[in-house]
């Protein structure tokens, strides 16, 4: 059963885009998939309410901020959304339930420097524990300076950028309706689902 963290302890960075859309993938590939949210804005869970009875189903588990408890045995595939300002314990308990963590980041210089620590943290948790992480640039262009200054970053850390996802009113729209990328025709999002081959490769791995 892999688990799949998504994590940034700066808030507004796209931990729920990211987790949401995680969790769709697996389900369209017909994964038993559970979207765990420790996240006190609860935003998975609010998704998981607007979600459509036909759209591929994907399941939940109540998690309390201060116990982070082990999914439910009988789950094939679990994502956990993660809120803001995760350190500490709660970071730790977090990695040791991770098969795979996955860091979403903008490429502005107050994000950079503001998941800095983190990262370092994450540094010793991984080669302590040994779980991969990767990186995911957040609404930006992969031919931009600022993807060159993000991708020079994560290098000097030793981690992997699992792809850059263009600002787009995409998934804006479909997670106002409870549904990814991965519950529509790809010909309506061609440009983003090239984006996640990547990192739907390194999911899989």
């Known amino acids: 059963m892999p688990v799949i963290v998504v994590a940034n302890p700066k808030g507004g960075v796209g931990k729920s885009t990211l987790s949401t859309n995680i969790a769709g993938y697996y389900a369209s590939r017909g994964h038993a998939v559970l979207l765990g949210d420790i996240d006190r804005q609860e935003s998975a869970r609010l998704w998981l309410g607007l979600r459509p009875p036909a759209a591929a189903p994907i399941g939940t588990w109540d998690i309390q901020a201060d116990v982070i408890s082990k999914p439910p045995r009988d789950a094939r595939h679990v994502v956990i959304d993660t809120p803001a ?8 308990d977090t990695v040791k339930l991770a098969d795979r963590i996955v860091v979403p980041l903008q490429p502005s210089v107050f994000d950079i420097f503001a998941t800095r620590a983190f990262l370092d943290e994450l540094a010793a948790l991984r080669q302590a524990q040994g779980v991969p992480v990767g990186i995911v640039g957040m609404r930006v262009d992969a031919r931009t300076r600022a ?5 020079h970053f994560v290098e000097g850390l030793g981690f992997p950028v699992l792809g850059y996802l263009r600002d787009t009113q995409n998934y804006v ?3 106002a309706h409870g549904l990814t990328l991965f519950d529509v025709a790809p010909g309506r999002v061609a440009r983003d689902l090239e984006q996640w ?7 899989d791995a």
């Open 197 to 203: 081959q990547d990192l739907c490769a390194w999911l």
């Open 85 to 92: 300002g995760l350190q500490g314990w709660r970071l730790s």
């Open 173 to 175: 729209h479909l997670a």
């Open 147 to 151: 993807a060159e200054q993000l991708q």
